[in-house]
Nanobody
Framework: VQLQASGGGLVQAGGSLGLSCTAS?????MGWYRQDPGVQRKLVAI???????NYADSVKGRFTISRDNANYTIYLQMNSLKPEDTAVYYC?????????WGQGTLVTVSS
């Protein structure tokens, strides 16, 4: 399975950005993680095939993950962005217990 992520970029604090990630085939749970340099990758949000979601406390109420199963794509809408949201964001997918990662996409939030 290959994951192709897009989106990200530079935004001012309080602004919004969207990320998308498309899988090359059917997958199970998909999600977004983020990583600062020298820090372990951390969960941002995950979504099951039926739309059950889970968010990190730090993004609840600001970020929304959604899914288009027909196109094997997930989205992350990020609102009210904060400088501490700055990180490389990675798409993730579970396929039969195996975990796949997409390439990272940088999100930079300026103060």
């Amino acid at each position: 399975v290959q994951l192709q992520a897009s989106g990200g970029g530079l935004v001012q604090a309080g602004g919004s950005l969207g990320l998308s990630c498309t899988a090359s085939g059917s997958v199970n749970i998909m999600g977004w993680y983020r990583q600062d340099p020298g820090v372990q990758r951390k969960l941002v949000a995950i979504i099951s095939p039926i739309g059950t979601t889970n968010y990190a406390d730090s993004v609840k109420g600001r970020f929304t993950i959604s899914r288009d199963n027909a196109n094997y794509t997930i989205y992350l809408q990020m609102n009210s962005l904060k400088p501490e949201d700055t990180a490389v964001y990675y798409c993730n997918a579970d396929v039969g217990g195996r975990v796949y990662w997409g390439q990272g996409t940088l999100v930079t939030v300026s103060s």
